[in-house]
């Protein structure tokens, strides 16, 4: 799904996401993962107040260790030094109803901001990137027969899962502090909820697929995504014109300088 998105959000104008690395790691503590670093472009799209105290060229970088059920990534900016973002998660086989399953402190615990995110009547803040084939409350898998999702979904279907985010940020800069912070933390959540509709809606296309399956198409989609990225108004190597991308990207970074757990159930 990750894959898929990030050569959704690239474009031929320099600008989306470009795949660094993508390798097996190993963490004494969570074992055997994959490890990953992109570079995601995005200078023109970010808005104008933002745009006229960057760079004209500038990315974040977005480093990421996925030893499922538990992932940890980090954005850092090219040009905002004192700009760092973490995301813990955890992945768990309920509707959100686990209070700590990241092991937060007492202090974190009592400091973080919780905010639920409900997959299938959440809306999308903009709407640009609303597609009705990838909306839970319409879509059916033909492969799990699951969905459409109904008002009280998340009480009554199995299977379910819910993803929980931790998110630490810190942007140390006098004066933009507060406005960047908010910033992040509108285009996280944002970020997030479209990302886990397209997971569900997307579930036909990896449905069965062995972890080998998934390596070989993860290598074909980071081929496209970086020629894509490099090729005038998206026209790939082969000269035909690539057509998947409609959305324009929003991966600000995530949230505020509070511990937040964001719940996506899903």
């Not at 905010?115 to 597609?131: G, M, P």
């Amino acid at each position: 799904m990750i894959a898929r998105h990030s050569l959704e959000q690239t474009s031929g104008d320099g600008e989306g996401v470009e795949i660094v690395t993508n390798e097996p790691c190993e963490d004494p503590e969570h074992g055997k993962g994959q490890y990953t670093e992109k570079r995601i472009h995005l200078s023109s799209r970010l808005p104008y107040w933002i745009q006229s105290i960057c760079p004209r060229v500038f990315y974040v970088t977005e480093k990421s260790w996925n030893f499922f059920p538990f992932t940890k990534t980090e954005y850092t900016c090219s040009f905002v030094p004192k700009l760092n973002v973490s995301i813990q998660t955890k992945y768990e086989n309920n509707n959100g109803s686990s209070d700590n399953c990241l092991h937060l402190s007492e202090e974190k615990l009592n400091s973080r901001i919780i905010e639920s995110i409900d997959i299938a009547f959440d809306e999308l803040v903009n709407n640009k990137h609303y597609k009705r084939e990838e909306d839970p409350k319409f879509f059916k898998s033909t492969k799990t027969n699951r969905g459409p999702l109904v008002e009280g979904w998340r009480e009554t279907d199995k299977p379910i899962m819910c993803s929980y985010k931790l998110v630490d940020a810190s942007f140390e800069v006098f004066l933009l502090q507060s406005k960047v912070e908010d910033f992040i933390q509108r285009s996280i959540r944002d970020v997030l909820l479209l990302g886990h509709r397209q997971a569900f809606a997307w579930v036909d296309e990896w449905f069965g697929m062995t972890i080998e399956d998934v390596r070989a198409y993860e290598r074909k989609i980071q081929e496209e995504t970086n020629n894509k990225l490099k090729q005038p108004n998206g026209i790939t190597e082969n000269g035909a014109a690539n057509n998947t991308c409609d959305n324009s990207l929003e991966k600000g970074a995530p949230e505020e300088a509070l511990s937040t757990n964001l719940e996506n159930n899903g």
